[in-house]
């Protein structure tokens, strides 16, 4: 069936440097998508979301881009710090629809090393 | 900080046996979710409801229940537990207007941490 997928399981940066977390998905008609940061224990904290007649969007030190052509999305963090280690969801929302039924892909495990 | 409660945040208990997990948000959001995650993996919808007395099952099937008789409140049951169940659970809800960026975007709980033995 259609997924939300990332394309790394893990992702380590050195602190200060920029980290890019890759997320392709399948299904043409998704027209929002949003940026999910979960930490141990914790539940998935809003990032950063994108609809899809945009290509780019920014927020404090991250940002998103979305190329419909090829169904990508990625979320760049501007000098990663110790606290954004964490795994990153990416998900999409189907059709024009406000459901919230929001499809997840499987998660990048960010590390930053100090 | 989200103002989304669950309880327990961690629960071992043996086959058979019935368990609820409470989920409380006190946004007056409409729409709430509980969503089921595997460690390491991804979130998959098993219930939601738009509203008071609405419920609805998700795409992942599921043989837990829901109720929702208050706004604030969505708690979900299992009538006996079994060790396929043993995962977390994290409950969220959102706003129902949608037009503006943002607006869509689920505000989730910590999580329950079943565990069945």
């Known amino acids: 069936g259609e997924s939300v997928g990332l394309h790394l399981p893990t992702l380590s940066v050195q602190e200060g440097d920029n980290s890019i977390i890759n997320c392709a998905y399948s299904?043409?008609?998704?027209?929002?998508f949003i940026w999910y940061k979960q930490e141990s224990g914790k539940g998935p904290q809003f990032i950063i979301d994108?609809?899809?007649?945009?290509d780019k969007r920014q927020g404090q030190r991250v940002t998103v881009l979305l190329n419909k052509t090829v169904k990508h999305l990625s979320l760049q963090i501007a000098a990663t710090q110790p606290g954004d280690s964490a795994v990153y969801f990416c998900?999409?929302?189907?059709?024009?629809?406000?459901?919230?039924?929001?499809?997840f892909g499987q998660g990048t495990t960010l590390q930053v090393k100090p | 900080e989200a103002d989304i409660y669950q309880t327990p945040r961690y629960l071992v208990i043996g086959t058979g046996k019935k368990i609820t997990l409470e989920c409380s948000q006190t946004?007056?959001?409409?729409?709430m979710y509980w969503y089921q995650q595997d460690p390491g993996m991804e979130l998959h919808l098993i219930h939601y409801?738009?509203?008071?007395?609405?419920?609805e099952k998700g795409d992942l099937s599921s043989e837990s229940t829901v109720s929702r008789i208050r706004t604030e409140h969505f708690p979900l049951t299992l009538e006996s537990a079994r060790p396929s169940h043993t995962s977390q659970y994290l409950c969220?809800?959102?706003?129902?207007?949608?037009?503006?960026?943002?607006?869509?975007?689920?505000?989730f709980g910590a999580g329950s941490r079943l565990t069945v033995l």
């Open positions: 946004m007056g959001h409409d729409k």
């Open positions: 299904n043409s008609a998704s027209d929002y």
């Open positions: 998900a999409e929302n189907r059709g024009s629809s406000n459901t919230g039924k929001l499809i």
């Open positions: 409801s738009y509203g008071v007395n609405s419920t």
């Open positions: 969220a809800s959102s706003e129902s207007l949608v037009l503006m960026p943002g607006a869509n975007v689920l505000t």
């Open positions: 994108i609809r899809s007649n945009m």
